[in-house]
């Protein structure tokens, strides 16, 4: 449990960030850069796999954003309380290790089965990067520096996304070019190749993040976080308490009571209630063939609102967990404008990753750009644009903040996002190549401006000693609403509408609405949360 220093004075927050501390953020920003490269890949790479292994954009969906995003949110749970327990250092070195190897592996794939394989592994590895960056970088930055830190992470991304861009239609053109007739060594693809170059780099980074200095948790704040004497445990014990089935066993262990049984298995029939009403809704708007995977025929739809489904249960039995084990960090994380925050950052990440998982394939359909041209084009001018975005958030969020505090954060995002649909309508709906990226690069620019905000904000709601689980259940939120969604609804939109990419990846801001009614919300009383953040944990017992 978090103790104060109220022994005597609590540590006063050191002002100045430490050469320590700008080495800490160079690495995990590389981290979340490369986690961005390996994972976005695939976006330029998709007419080639579509074209390759004969699947549709609703497939291409499924690998890029629902396989994907299965293993990724489940595993950030217990992936997050580890960070919370053990030491981030090492923790983020394994897995950043884990998961290039796991890209490297769709250089071999022949078939939709090992390119789903390759994604689990990708998901499950990169299911720490955010809670550990998040959580490492929140103590060598104190609270009036976290906006610029974000930004740096939001740079990061940035240059993740661009170099997947770039590096993907170069690498696969060239090679392509290289060997046309197919005798290319091992037999690879253009694509596969990119896959492996992609992979490689992560290796050298992991070593360097594993042997890296761990910061002291909670000092920048002022509130000791003594050791975990059990991380691993406390983190397998998540895994079982989330996990659909291992989730009962738990709950007997635990001496749950009959409400508790009773909200768990009632939830779970609206779940599938709600899930099997949806397949046949998708499946009567875009019929697919189905899938032939590991000698089965699975429909897409099915497998779609399975992933839901299952996240949204381990949703439900995180929090039935929390309020059962950790009081104190249940009361935190259900602080309203956090719930809130999450929902937000998840139905805008729907939004973006609809964007650009298939503007890219909208370049190559619409404007008859080549897969290189698009490759080079478009991932430079994101990741500029990218990097700008964050360069101008970050500081403007740092300077509201010190005027106006939390609200300044909000009504930053607010902006942001309130005026980014009518920008993004405005730009997928270009005559030419050339006014979509001078359109785009106006929209880019406000699109990438909520990012260090919103992430600032909600990691300072909760207690140094809850923020990896808070980026957990963060990243499930948005995961299941956002990767879990966007990708896959501009997918079937796609496909019903005989591929018109563009108007599929306008349709995606029809929850822009929900978006600003929520952070509405969250600006009427984000003051009155931050103050009540340290009282709502010790009314679960916990020392502040």
């Known amino acids: 449990m978090a103790t104060s220093a109220a022994m005597g004075e609590p540590p006063?927050?050191?002002?100045?960030?430490?050469?320590?501390?700008?080495?800490?953020?160079?690495?995990?920003?590389?981290?979340?850069?490369?986690?961005?490269?390996?994972?976005?890949?695939?976006?330029?790479?998709?007419?080639?796999?579509?074209?390759?292994?004969?699947?549709g954009a609703s497939e291409l969906g499924l690998l890029y954003g629902t396989v994907f995003a299965l293993f990724y949110a489940l595993f950030s749970l217990p992936l997050g309380r580890l960070v919370d327990g053990w030491v981030r250092t090492k923790l983020l070195g394994i897995c950043v290790c884990l998961w290039s190897i796991s890209a490297g592996?769709?250089?071999?794939?022949?078939?939709?089965?090992?390119?789903?394989?390759s994604r689990l592994g990708v998901g499950i590895g990169e299911a720490a990067a955010q809670p550990s960056a998040n959580s490492i970088i929140f103590d060598e930055f104190p609270r009036e520096k976290r906006g610029t830190a974000m930004?740096?992470?939001?740079i990061a991304v940035a240059l993740g996304l661009g170099l997947s861009m770039v590096l993907g239609g170069i690498v696969a053109q060239w090679w392509d070019n290289r060997y046309p007739a197919g005798d290319a060594p091992l037999g690879f693809a253009g694509w596969q190749f990119a896959f492996l170059v992609a992979s490689l780099p992560g290796l050298p980074l992991a070593w360097l993040i594993y042997r890296m200095k761990e910061p002291k948790r909670g000092a920048m704040d002022g509130i000791v976080s003594p050791e975990d004497p059990h991380p691993f445990k406390a983190s397998a014990e998540v895994l079982a308490a989330v996990t659909p089935g291992a989730n009962w066993w738990m709950l007997w262990r635990r001496d749950a009571g009959a409400k508790q049984w009773t909200i768990n298995l009632i939830g779970l029939a609206v779940i599938l209630a709600v899930c099997l009403t949806l397949v046949e809704v998708t499946q009567a708007f875009s019929p697919r063939p189905p899938i032939q995977a590991l000698g089965l025929s699975i429909d897409a739809h099915v497998l779609q609102w399975f992933v839901a489904g299952f996240g949204a249960f381990v949703i439900l039995n995180l929090f039935q967990s929390l309020k059962l084990t950790d009081r104190a960090t249940y009361n935190v994380i259900l602080s309203p404008s956090l719930i809130l925050l999450m929902v937000v950052g998840g139905l805008q990440t729907a939004i973006n990753y609809g964007v650009m998982g298939f503007t890219p394939t909208f370049l190559v359909d619409n404007y008859g750009l080549s897969q290189a041209e698009t490759g080079l084009q478009f991932g430079l001018l994101s990741a500029g644009l990218g990097i700008l975005g964050p360069v101008i958030a970050g500081p403007l969020s740092d300077w509201l903040t010190v005027r106006l505090g939390g609200k300044g954060r909000v009504l930053l995002t607010l902006a942001s996002l309130g005026i980014s649909p009518l920008f993004g309508i405005w730009t997928y709906s270009a005559d030419d190549a050339t006014s979509f990226y001078l359109r785009f690069s106006v929209y880019s620019i406000i699109l990438t401006l909520w990012l260090p905000p919103i992430y600032s904000l909600m990691y300072d709601l909760v207690l140094p000693r809850m923020r990896g689980i808070t980026s957990s259940t963060y990243i499930i939120i948005s995961t299941l609403l956002g990767l879990g969604m966007g990708p896959y609804f501009v997918g079937i939109v796609a496909d019903q509408n005989g591929g018109d990419f563009g108007d599929a990846i306008i349709s995606i801001n029809w929850v822009a609405p929900v978006i600003i009614v929520l952070l509405l919300i969250v600006l009427m009383r984000i003051k009155r949360d931050e103050e009540g953040m340290k009282d709502r944990a010790r009314a679960a017992g916990e020392s502040v």
Do not use: E, H, N
């Open 151 to 154: 930004a740096a992470l939001g």
């Open 12 to 55: 006063r927050p050191a002002a100045k960030v430490t050469r320590a501390g700008w080495y800490a953020l160079t690495l995990v920003s590389a981290a979340q850069a490369m986690s961005l490269l390996d994972r976005q890949i695939l976006s330029i790479l998709g007419p080639s796999i579509i074209a390759d292994l004969g699947i």
């Open 105 to 117: 592996m769709a250089a071999f794939a022949s078939s939709f089965a090992l390119l789903a394989v």
